[in-house]
């Protein structure tokens, strides 16, 4: 992993979808990620911006801020806090289905 250190790894313990929202103005648009690692020991999640680039999600950077868009049409943004783009996105649980008793 280039940037972070030479020998840092981490273990996923499993790999699946994962559905996220986002609401810029009045939009809630429903973003959904494919063969996402879970890896318990990082602090925060991250994305590829190659794996949205080849997606074809678009961004723009700048200003401290950063834009994602389909089709020319923002779907979500975010900001930079402490070196990093936090982009303005919330986890959707998983559907669970009551058991019968």
Sequence with gaps: MWGFSHNLSMIATGCGTVQLESHHGSQVHCIVLQ?????????????????????????????????????????VEGRIINDMYHLDLKIVPPNTIPLAS
């Excluded at 020991?41 to 074809?56: F, P, R, Y």
């Design 35 to 75: 063969n996402i690692l879970h890896v318990p020991m990082a602090c925060m999640n991250l994305v590829s911006g190659i794996q949205l680039d080849k997606a074809g999600v678009m961004s723009t950077l700048g200003n401290s801020l950063i834009s994602l868009m389909v089709n020319r049409k923002t779907i």
